[in-house]
């Protein structure tokens, strides 16, 4: 595999929209929501062509039932993949890869850890310039070693993930409580 980071593309936004719209028709009354996260989310932001997409249903018990219909559009079901509680599924169509995120609506965890993520780039664009930085200087250092650029990511990621998610309560809620 070659880790290939690319400079921020608008395209990013009409694919994820063309695929919310398949899994919208999937999911149906099931579906809560569905959202664009990730880097290919960010504006300006450079990454990897993979548009994350994250689905919060009513209720990730019985998703297992969909999974010939997400089979139908591409998509490869691969379970909770090393998270619990969640459902992951991957297709890549022409060079760009979708991985799709499934949460019941009532893990707030997960949930809000991948929104505050996003609007965090989102609202602090020196935050995202390093990020993307970064990941073009681990691309060039592990140009065929996901997990060695994956590890590189690794603690920039989970100390950003703390910030934001404490950002994101605070900016969101009364006193500090959602």
Known sequence: MNIKILPYNTSWGEDYKEASLSIKNILGDLL??????????VKGLSSRPIIDIMAVVKDIGIIEDYENMFESFGYECLGEFGLPGRRHYRKCINGIAYHLDIFDIYNEKEIIRLLSFRDYLREYPEEASFYGELKQALALQFPEDLEGYSIGK??????LEKKAVEWYINKFSVNGDI
Request: aromatic fraction near 12%.
């Open 32 to 41: 809560v929501d569905v959202y664009h996260v990730g880097s290919t989310a």
């Open 154 to 159: 690794s603690v920039f990621i989970d100390n």
